[in-house]
């Protein structure tokens, strides 16, 4: 698979599993250390532990962004926002 075709599939991968662990939950710090937890292990599994997670609060909504170690591909970072405002 392509580098473009990966970070794809990365992507549908944070999104799904993000707005599982966010939907029907309240904004908070604890959301926040939930969705970090769930990203790192989407992460994991795509072989990308050395990865930077990062949760910001936004207005009502929250961003997470994820950092790409150097090297793994063409794309240096995907950004899931999960409400209504963006990164």
Known sequence: MSG????AG?????EAALE??????PSSAALEG???TVARAVLLRHGLGQS???VRRQGAGLAVRV???????RVRELVVTLGATPW
């Open 34 to 36: 939930r969705l970090r």
């Open 20 to 25: 599982d662990a966010a939907v029907g939950e």
């Open 4 to 7: 473009a075709g990966r970070a």
């Open 67 to 73: 950092i790409l170690p150097p090297g793994t591909a």
């Open 52 to 54: 930077r997670v990062e």
């Open 10 to 14: 990365l992507r549908a991968a944070l």
